[in-house]
C-alpha cells in the first residue's frame, strides 16, 4: 500500500520547489516520458485533486512507491494518494477496457478507487476494439509504396487507437463519449449507425493495404460494453463544474499532462506527433479550467533526450554512448516496449517547448542516468547548410536538416541517488544543471536521481 507523506514533507515539497500559490500544470517539454508520473505523484501528496487532460492508453507513467511499480496509462498518476478528487478532463480518449483493467489492478493491490475518488468526464471519447484496428490499417496504408514509388517513414503509433478517436471526436458523427454509455438504448441505436460506416471504412483500407479484419458487429460491439459501462458509469461526472468547485474552496488542482509538446497536434514534430493538444495549452480545453487560473507550469525535462516511434531527432546518438543511455535509464516503451532512441539534451526544442507551454519550473529527471560518462554534450544550437538556424522548424522535414551544434561540459561520478538536495550534488551536476536553467531562463527546482519517490534532490 502506497503511504502518504506527512503533512510537513509535503509543505516541504511545495515550499522547496518555490511554487506560487494555487493550481499547477506538469507538462513534459520533450518527445514524452520524462518521468511525468514520478513527479505527479510526488506533488499529488500536497494538491487536493489530479486532472489528466489528455491523451489516452499511448501514455505510459511509471510511478515507484518503496518496492512497488504501478504502469498507469489512463489512471491520474494522483491515484496511489488515497482520498485526492482524480479526475479524467473531456480532454482525454479512454478505452473502457483498459480503464477498467487499471481499476481492478490497482483494487487488488489494496487501492480504494470509487465513485468518491474517481470522476470522468462525461464529455470525454470512448476509443472502441475498431479504432485500433483503423490505428493499424491506416499506419500500413501510409507506409504502402504509391504509384510514385515513394517510401514514407511511419508515425510508429502506439496502435492504441488515439488518433482514430480523435478523428472521430472531430468527425462528430462517428463519435461516442463517456455519457452515451449510460443509455445503452439510445446506444444500441448510434451504433448501429456508426458501425457500417466504419466497416466500409476498413474495409476499403483492407483492400488498399491487403490486410484483413472481421467486420464489426453492432450488437456485439454493444454486448462487449455493456459489462464495462456496468463499472464505468457511477464514476461520471461534471468533470469541469466539479474541477470549478473545487477551485473556489482555495484547493488546489494538479493538471496532469500526458505524452509531451513535442508530440503536441499543433505545436509539435507535425507529422510526427500524437493527436491532442499535449504542450500545456491542452490542460485548458482538456479540463475547463482556463489559463489564468493556473500560476504554476511545471515542465518536465530528461536530462537528456529520448524518442519512440518515427520522425527526425537532431540529437540521437546511434553509437555506444546512445547505447549506454538507453541501457542505464532502461529506455524502454511503458506501454508497447519498444526501445527508446536516445540522444543528448537538445536546449533549442526545450527553449521552444518551454516557452509554448509556458514553463515557470523546470525538474530534470533521470540524472542519474549520465553519471560516469566523462563528458556531456547539450545542443544549443542549430546549422542548416553551414548557417546558423534561427527559431525552432515548422516541419519534419526541416527538422532533418538541421545540424546540432553542441556545447561539451565535465562529466560527473555517480552515484548520485542518494542527493537530496542540488547543493548536495556533485559540482559538474550542478553545472549541468545551471547550464540548461540559464539557457531556458527558468529555474531547475528538482533534479530527480532515481525512480523513487526520496530519489529526489530538490532546490
Ligand atoms: P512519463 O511517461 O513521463 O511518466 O515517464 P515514464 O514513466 O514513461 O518513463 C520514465 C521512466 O524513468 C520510468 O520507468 C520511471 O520509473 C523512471 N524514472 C523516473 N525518474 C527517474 C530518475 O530520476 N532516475 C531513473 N533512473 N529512473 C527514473
Ligand atoms: P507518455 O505520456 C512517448 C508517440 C508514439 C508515436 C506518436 C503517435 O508516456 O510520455 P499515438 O499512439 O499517440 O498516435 O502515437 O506519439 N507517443 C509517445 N511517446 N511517450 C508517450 O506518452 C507517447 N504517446 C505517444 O510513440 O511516435
Ligand atoms: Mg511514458
Known amino acids: 500500500m502506497p503511504t502518504t507523506a506527512s503533512n510537513t514533507e509535503s509543505a516541504t515539497l511545495i515550499e522547496r520547489m518555490g511554487l506560487k500559490p494555487g493550481h499547477a500544470t506538469i507538462v513534459g517539454l520533450q518527445w514524452g516520458d520524462e518521468g511525468k508520473g514520478k513527479v505527479v505523484d510526488m506533488l499529488a501528496a500536497e494538491f487536493d485533486a489530479v486532472a489528466r487532460y489528455n491523451g489516452g492508453a499511448n501514455a505510459g507513467h511509471t510511478v515507484v512507491v518503496g518496492d512497488e511499480k504501478y504502469a498507469l496509462h489512463l489512471m491520474p498518476s494522483g491515484i496511489l494518494y488515497p482520498g485526492k478528487v482524480n ?6 480518449v479512454i478505452d473502457p477496457e483498459q480503464l477498467v483493467k487499471e481499476i481492478t489492478g490497482l483494487r487488488e493491490r489494496g487501492l480504494t478507487i470509487d465513485p468518491a475518488t474517481l470522476f470522468i468526464s462525461s464529455r470525454a471519447h ?3 476494439p475498431y479504432h485500433k484496428t483503423q490505428d493499424r490499417l491506416q499506419e500500413a496504408a501510409y ?5 510514385l514509388d515513394q517510401v514514407v517513414e511511419g508515425i ?4 492504441r487507437g488515439i488518433g482514430p478517436c480523435y478523428a472521430d471526436k472531430a468527425l462528430r458523427s462517428t463519435a461516442v463519449r463517456m455519457a452515451d454509455l449510460a443509455d445503452l438504448e439510445s446506444l444500441r441505436h448510434q451504433l448501429h449507425r456508426i458501425v457500417p460506416i466504419k466497416n466500409a471504412t476498413l474495409k476499403a483500407l483492407c483492400e488498399y493495404t491487403g490486410e484483413t479484419h472481421e467486420p464489426i458487429n453492432a450488437d456485439a460491439l454493444l454486448d462487449w460494453i455493456k459489462p464495462l459501462a456496468d ?3 457511477p ?10 468547485k473545487v477551485g473556489d474552496e482555495d484547493k488546489r488542482i494538479l493538471f496532469e499532462g500526458a505524452n509531451a509538446t513535442l508530440l503536441d497536434i499543433d505545436h509539435g514534430t507535425y507529422p510526427y506527433v500524437t493527436s491532442s493538444n499535449c504542450s500545456s495549452l491542452g490542460a485548458h480545453t482538456g479540463t475547463g479550467v482556463p489559463g489564468h487560473a493556473v500560476g504554476n507550469v511545471i515542465g518536465i525535462v530528461k536530462a537528456y533526450q529520448t524518442r519512440v516511434g518515427g520522425g527526425p531527432m537532431p540529437t540521437e546518438l546511434n553509437d555506444a ?16 516496449g519498444r526501445p527508446r532512441r536516445c540522444g543528448w539534451i537538445d536546449l533549442v526544442a526545450l527553449r521552444y517547448t518551454a516557452r509554448v507551454s509556458g514553463a515557470t519550473a523546470v525538474c530534470v529527471m533521470l540524472l542519474d542516468v549520465l553519471a560516469d560518462l566523462p563528458e556531456l554534450k547539450l545542443c544549443t544550437g542549430y546549422r542548416v547548410d553551414g548557417k546558423a538556424y534561427d527559431g525552432y522548424p515548422a516541419t519534419s522535414e526541416e527538422l532533418a536538416k538541421v545540424e546540432p551544434v553542441y556545447e561539451t561540459l565535465p562529466g560527473f561520478a555517480g552515484p548520485v541517488d542518494g542527493c537530496k538536495s542540488i547543493a548536495e550534488l556533485p559540482e559538474s551536476a550542478r553545472a549541468y544543471l545551471d547550464f540548461i536553467a540559464d539557457y ?6 528538482l533534479a530527480s536521481v532515481g525512480p523513487k519517490r526520496d530519489q529526489s534532490a530538490v532546490r
Open 235 to 244: 464514476h461520471l461526472a461534471d468533470t469541469a463544474g466539479l474541477l470549478h
Open 87 to 92: 479526475v479524467l478532463g473531456n480532454g482525454v
Open 143 to 147: 507506409t504502402m509504396p504509391n504509384a
Open 126 to 128: 470512448v476509443v472502441l
Open 321 to 336: 554512448t546512445g547505447d549506454r543511455i538507453r541501457e542505464v535509464g532502461r529506455e524502454f516503451g511503458t506501454t508497447t
Open 231 to 233: 463499472i464505468l458509469v
Open 156 to 159: 510508429g503509433t502506439t496502435g
Open 440 to 445: 531556458l531562463g527558468v529555474p531547475v527546482v
